[in-house]
């Protein structure tokens, strides 16, 4: 049974930083994309980073050179580093597995609960 447990989530000052952690059952990180999505309130769900089989990465423009995604296939987990963060961070962070071989949001066929993660300026 595939299960995706976010954690690490929490409340920081803006300029601080957070790691968010994966832990993924069921399955082999490595074999597949992972990725970390967000949602703000009231606002659409967004992808912050993704990384593939192959260990390419992708960090959206808002995030790029603050964020860093990478995996620890040895303890099959994903994560999300988080530097420099701004309060327009604030939302429920939520990671994903994608296909084996792509990245598309429609491959994202398992999501975990999410990790509420606040920043005040």
């Known amino acids: 049974q595939v299960q995706l447990e976010e954690s690490g989530g929490g409340s920081v000052q803006a300029g601080g930083s957070l790691r968010l952690s994966c832990t993924a059952s069921?399955?082999?990180?490595?074999?597949?994309?992972m990725g970390w999505f967000r949602q703000a309130p009231g606002q659409e769900r967004e992808r912050v980073a993704t990384?593939?089989?192959?260990?390419?990465?992708s960090i959206t423009d808002s995030v790029k050179g603050r964020f860093t995604i990478f995996r620890d296939n040895n303890k099959n987990t994903l994560y999300l580093d988080m530097n420099t963060l701004k309060p327009e961070d604030t939302a429920v962070y939520y990671c994903?597995?994608?296909?084996?071989?792509?990245?598309?949001?429609?491959?994202?066929?398992?999501w975990g609960r999410g990790t509420l993660v606040t920043i005040s300026s």
């Open positions: 994903a597995r994608g296909g084996r071989g792509t990245c598309a949001s429609y491959a994202m066929d398992y």
């Open positions: 069921g399955y082999l990180v490595y074999y597949y994309c």
């Open positions: 990384i593939d089989d192959n260990g390419a990465t």
